[in-house]
């Protein structure tokens, strides 16, 4: 029989400070981003850009290791918890690369001068973006819990192959995309109050996706728990 | 329903999928990395298409560095001209329009378009290419393009 009595996943005492914590801290980015760090030598203003792309491209990365970690976890405890997780984290996943994507873009046509175009970066990231809206569609293709959990899990497995390959595009032979300017070999290529506001960027985007995963994951539960209900209703009526 | 049904499919089948999973995407992992770094071609560099022979009225894809003091717009008949180079080859790339801000001499670009008969290249696009450093201007330095 299928468990639903299982501790919520973030602990309740951090839980009703997510909300407000992420708000304060999506405010202090914010201003740091747009007022705080000086403008750019090279491209001006238009690279403030990086502020929502870099942290963006970083959650999603995130959330589809998190993807991973909840499909190896319902495939090796069958927990509905797990399920619920990688549910949650996928769709977030999915809404953060999306929005890596369009301020990338938006930020790439005053730059190099196109909205897109056909390099490894923006290629690999585009496949990884396809791949996890096919896992969504993948999951609502059943409606009995445990084959849809489990179908999702090895899917969750396989695409996260997406986040390495993603991540070192940039460093094949003829990328137009620019290298990492934070992780890279001899330390950040970033100006110091430059770096602090893409590191508070990175901190206020993180706790932003504690909150929304928490919430996601219990909308989940409740799904699961009133699913698992009905199914009980009916065969106690059969009996 | 199935709930029931399956619950006896068991632990063992489950992680011989998971181990089968990770396995999977190991694999798949490793050799994208392995096959697809080295394999992908987003731009020919002039040497290359040079070596390739490209056809003239083929859509081709070049990259490499603007050489310094060839870089030409002129803003009334909307000519761009420039000299692209990889160190060895050098290729005469025509085009029309306003360059992208960040198109400088010295600097990295990859264009777009055909190599015409007289073996020069009528770019359809010009995409200006920026590394991954940033930092403030200098102080006698204005910051370019500012938004206003």
Known sequence: MITTAFPRTIPMRIRPALAPASVVAALVATAMALVWAPTDAVQGDVQRVMYVHVPSAWLAYLAFLVVFVASVGWLWSKRPV???????????????????LIAGSIWAKPTWGVWWTWEPRLLTTAVMFVMYVGYLLLRSLSLDLERRATRSAVAGIVAVVNVPIVHLSVTWMNALHQLPSVLRPGGPALDDRMLATLIVGVVAFTILYAWMLAARVDLERARQDRVLGSLLLKRAAGA | MSVARRTTAGASGRRLLLITALAVAVGIGWSALAALGPSAIYYLTPTEAKAKQIAPGTTARLGGQVEVGTLRYDETTRDLRFILADGVTRTLVIGRGAPPALLREGAGAVVEGVFATDGSFRASSVIAKHDEVYAPPSPSQTPPHRTP
């Open chain 1, 82 to 100: 797990f399920d619920a997780i990688a549910v949650a984290s996928a769709e977030i996943g999915v809404l953060f690369t999306g929005l890596t």
